[in-house]
């Protein structure tokens, strides 16, 4: 081989470890996003899942199994939470909710068993604060006909924290 040979063998290895290098670091930047979709799509749906469950409840702990007509019937704003004695699964109104945290567990994947290498921990804090029909993201001291419900999703390789709100109403119809 002479010395123009050699050269373009050179040339040519450092063009080929050059395009590995790249689809390498292409296919491991695609890896990441992947899982940050899948880990992601995850957390919305745990997140969504709470949310069902909590408007699945009465709006108040004064509304369980009674109609109330003046705000001042309501649970004051400085003391939403569970009552005394009520403990999670048994809550019955919406703003047992507030401060409440828990970590779900995902299997991830179901054919193989539910061990510590195939769950995924994912943690979750609600928080329950009343708001004005007007102002929805601003919180409200006083009571009002509306409660706005947050569930926030973290897990250890997110990037973001995944927060999924909406404001649940009381109306009363004569």
Do not use: C
């Not at 670091?25 to 880990?39: A, D, H, R, W, Y």
């Not at 061990?115 to 919180?139: C, R």
Request: aromatic share 8%; proline share 3%; no cysteine.
């Amino acid at each position: 081989m002479n010395t123009g040979q050699s050269i373009l063998t050179v040339f040519a290895m450092v063009l080929l470890s050059t395009l590995v290098l790249r689809v390498n670091g292409l296919l491991f930047n695609s890896g990441i996003v992947v899982t940050n979709s899948k880990l992601g799509l995850t957390a919305i749906s745990l997140a969504q899942s709470r949310l069902e469950e909590i408007k699945s409840k009465a709006f108040d702990q004064n509304t369980v199994s009674n109609t109330v007509s003046s705000l001042n019937s309501l649970t004051a704003a400085s003391a939403l939470g569970p009552q005394t004695g009520e403990t999670y699964p048994n809550f019955n109104d919406v703003d047992d909710y507030n401060g409440f945290t828990t970590t779900d567990t995902v299997q991830i994947n179901p054919n193989l068993p539910r061990s510590g290498s195939n769950l995924d921990y994912f943690k979750e804090i609600d928080s329950v604060v009343y708001v004005s029909s007007t102002s929805p993201d601003v919180t409200s001291s006083t009571q009002t006909w509306n409660k706005k419900i947050t569930v926030k999703i973290k897990h250890p390789q997110m990037t973001d924290t995944i927060k999924v709100s909406t404001v649940f109403s009381y109306f009363v119809f004569r």
